[in-house]
Nanobody, 125 residues
Framework: EVQLVESGGGLVQAGGSLRLSCAASGFSFDDYTIGWFRQAPGKEREGVSCISSSAGSTYYSDSLKGRFTISSDNAKNTVYLQMNSLKPEDTAVYYC??????????????????WGQGTQVTVSS
């Protein structure tokens, strides 16, 4: 059974940092691209970043590049999202997702096959 489990969300003040984790199981981690998305209340799900760890490639939303960093630990089948200089507008539920194959850029949420349950990130001003 494919599982993606996010953790690391919470409440943080503006300017602070959080590191989210996405633990994957039930599939061959190296064969998949893992992406991070977020969804704020009343807004569409937005792509944040993705990583094809076997290819060593990472991609970011242009608006978030420089503040967020995606990485993976293949030995632990886990992808991380380091979020720095957080702003109140970063408040959202953050999801990780998986799609088979190596990608050449950001994908839309409809292109991912598997999803985690999400973790809440709240940034106070």
């Amino acid at each position: 059974e494919v599982q993606l489990v996010e953790s690391g969300g919470g409440l943080v003040q503006a300017g602070g940092s959080l590191r989210l984790s996405c633990a994957a199981s039930g599939f061959s981690f190296d064969d998949y691209t893992i992406g991070w998305f977020r969804q704020a209340p009343g807004k569409e799900r937005e792509g944040v970043s993705c990583i094809s760890s076997s290819a060593g490639s990472t991609y970011y939303s242009d608006s978030l590049k420089g503040r967020f960093t995606i990485s993976s630990d293949n030995a632990k089948n886990t992808v991380y999202l380091q979020m720095n200089s957080l702003k109140p507008e970063d408040t959202a539920v953050y999801y990780c997702a998986a799609v088979l194959g190596i990608v050449s850029g950001m994908l839309s949420y409809g292109e991912y096959d598997y999803w985690g349950q999400g973790t809440q990130v709240t940034v106070s001003s």
